[in-house]
C-alpha cells in the first residue's frame, strides 16, 4: 500500500486531540492549536510536520516543462521572453513559507525531541529540504538571502538586510545536504520509495554541485551576475564543485543498492518506466506518490492525448539529435534535412519511439502483472501535436483509458533516479576532463545496453566531435577543448535519456545557450509541398495540406485537412518545416535572462534587495 504525503494531515489531527486536567487548563499554551512549545518532541510528530515538504516542494508535472525541444501551442511569457518577461509585484519564485516552517522545526525539535536518533533523522529531513529550497533560489536569483533559524518579525538582519552571496548559500547549501547524506537512513524496512534517504541526499548533492559547476565555467562572470561586485578571495572554483558533483554521483551509483530498470526488452522496457503505476523500486531513488483511490493524480496523460491540454510536442531539432540505431548520426545522412516522417524516425535510437509515437506505435497494455504493447495501433494525432511529433513519455498503459482525462493520471514520477547520477558523473568528469572509457562503461554505456544501442567511445568521440551538436544553429557553440566531442555526446544522451523530465530550462541556463531558444528554429516535421501525405507508412492518407487558391478537398481525402496559412504554415511558404511559431517572437537577452527578476514588492519593503541587471523595476535607490 503506498504511503500518501496527504494522510499526515488527518493524523496531525487524530495526534493533537486528548482530553486534559484541571490543571491542564492553566497551562499557558494554547490546547485547541498545535503549540511549537509543547509539539516537536517524538519521530511521529516531527514526521507529521515535515510531511508536507514532500506535498509542497518537489516538483508535480517535470512533463509540462517548455523548452526549446518541448513546444506548447501558448508559449509560456517565460518561453517568449523580451517583453513578455516584466518584473512581478510579488511571487516569481520569492517564496520562503516552507524554509521558514522547517527552520521553525529545527529549532524546536532541538530542545523539544526527546529521541536523539528521531532528532538526527528529521533534522537531516529538514537539512535536505533547506538545501532543495535554495538550490531553486539560487538557480532563479544567484545571490539570495540565507537563513537557517526562525526569524522573529522584528528581525532586521535578514528580513532588511542585503543578499548574501552565491558562494556562501552554496556553502551553506554542502554543510546541510553532507549532515542529510550522514544522517538519513539508507533504507526503510517497508521499501518505501516515496521518503528521503542518504542516497536521494546524494542525489541531490550530485544534481546542485553540477549545476553550479558548469555555471561558473561558462558563465565567467558569474560573481557579479546579481548585481553585487563581490570579492571572490576564497571562493570555491568551478572545478572544486564538479569534483564534488562527480564523487556523490560515484558514491551513489558504486554503493546505493540501485541498478536499471531493464527486463532484456530494448524497444520496451524505457517507455515502461515512466508508464507504471508504481515507482520502479530498482531506479527510482525518489519518487512522487501518485495514487487514483486518494484522489491524488497529475495530467501527464492527457497532455499527450488530448488538444485541450496545451498541445505539447517535440521540436525537429531535437528528434535530429537522437542517433540512428547502430549508434551513427542521423545528421549524418544524405538529405536528412529533407526527409519525411516515417522514413527519418526510421532505426533510430529505441528511446525516440518510447518518447513520441512512430509508425507502428501502440500503447501499452498490462498483460498479467506485466507490461507489453496493445495490436491496436495509433497513428500521430495532428490535432494534439504542433510538430508532428507527438508525446508518448508517461503515458499510462491502454487499460486506464477511462481515465485518459484531465488531471486523472496516477503513475508515480521520479524525483531522482539511477539514470540521470549516472549522467551527473559522466558531464561532471567530462568537463573536469578527468572522464575515462570506464567512466563511460559504467554511466551512460549503461544507459544505451538497456535500448540495445552501441556504446560510446571516448576517443572517437574526441577525434569527430558531431558539427550538428557544434553548431550555432542546431547546438552549443561554445563547448570548446580536448574534450569537447564527449561533452556533447554526453549532452545528446542526457536529453535523450531524460526527455521531458524538467531539465531542459536548468541545463540551457548553466550552459549559457539562452541562444538555442531564439536563435535557433523552433521547427517540426518537413512536407515538400501542398498534397495529401500518409505520413506515419500506414498506407492510409493522413494529412492534405491546400492553398487558398485550391478547392477545398473531400472530407475523406485525408484524416486532417490543413489550410496553408491558416491552419497550417510551412517555413518557405509552400513548402518546409511545420513552423509552430510562425507568428510568435521568441527573445532571449544575454545581459538579463539567465536570472529572474526580485519582486517588486519585496524591494519596496527591502531597500537594500539590489535588483538583477537588466531588469527594470521601476525603483530607484
Known sequence: M??????????????????????????????????????????????????????????????????????????????????????????????????????????????????????????????????????????????????????????????????????????????????????????????????????????????????????????????????????????????????????????????????????????LDYAVLFSAYDANKDEYILAINFDYGLELMHNATASALMNSQGRISLTKKFVNAYLMKDGSRFTDKAGWETMQYADEVKDRDPRLGQTIRIPGYSRLEMSGTSYKYSSAKEGVDMDITLTGYQMAKFVMEKNNSSNDKFDKSYNDLPVFRLGEAMLVLAEAKAELGTITQSDLDKSVNKLRDRVGMPHMDLAQANANPDPYLSSAEWGYANVSGENKGVILEIRRERAVELAQEGFRWADLMRWKCGHCLDQQKIIGCYFPGKGTYDIDGDGKMDICIYGKEDPKPAANTATYLRLLGTDIFLTDGDKGYIEPYQNIKIQFDEDRDYLYPVPIDERSLNKKLCQNPGWNDGLSF
Open 2 to 267: 503506498k504511503d500518501s504525503m496527504k494522510k499526515y494531515i488527518v493524523l496531525l489531527a487524530v495526534a493533537l486531540l486528548g482530553l486534559t486536567s484541571c490543571e491542564d487548563w492553566l497551562d499557558k499554551y494554547p490546547l485547541s492549536k498545535m503549540s511549537p512549545e509543547t509539539y516537536f518532541k517524538s519521530a511521529t510528530e516531527l514526521q507529521l510536520f515535515t510531511n508536507s515538504l514532500y506535498n509542497n516542494l518537489l516538483p508535480k508535472a517535470p512533463y509540462d516543462e517548455q523548452s526549446d525541444q518541448y513546444i506548447k501551442a501558448n508559449p509560456s511569457n517565460l518561453i517568449r521572453g523580451g517583453t513578455n518577461r516584466q518584473v512581478p509585484n510579488s511571487g516569481g519564485g520569492w517564496s520562503w513559507g516552507d524554509l521558514r516552517k522547517l527552520n521553525t522545526a529545527l529549532a524546536y525539535m532541538e530542545t523539544n525531541c526527546e529521541d536523539p536518533n528521531a532528532k538526527l533523522q528529521y533534522g537531516a529531513v529538514c537539512r535536505f529540504f533547506r538545501a532543495y529550497i535554495y538550490f531553486d533560489k539560487v538557480m532563479r536569483f544567484g545571490d539570495v538571502p540565507w537563513s537557517d533559524y526562525e526569524l522573529p518579525s522584528n528581525d532586521s538582519t535578514v528580513l532588511f538586510g542585503p543578499r548574501n552571496s552565491r558562494e556562501e548559500v552554496m556553502q551553506n547549501m554542502i554543510a546541510d545536504i553532507d549532515f542529510a547524506i550522514d544522517n538519513l537512513p539508507s533504507s526503510y524496512s517497508n521499501g518505501l520509495h516515496y521518503r528521503l534517504t542518504k542516497w536521494a541526499a546524494l542525489a541531490l548533492k550530485a544534481r546542485f554541485c553540477l549545476f553550479e559547476g558548469t555555471f561558473r565555467k561558462y558563465h565567467s562572470n558569474f560573481a557579479s551576475m546579481s548585481g553585487t561586485e563581490w570579492n571572490t578571495d576564497g571562493w570555491k572554483d568551478w572545478k572544486w564543485y564538479l569534483e564534488q558533483s562527480a564523487a556523490a554521483a560515484e558514491e551513489l551509483i558504486d554503493k546505493g543498492p540501485f541498478k536499471l530498470y531493464s527486463t532484456g526488452k530494448p524497444d
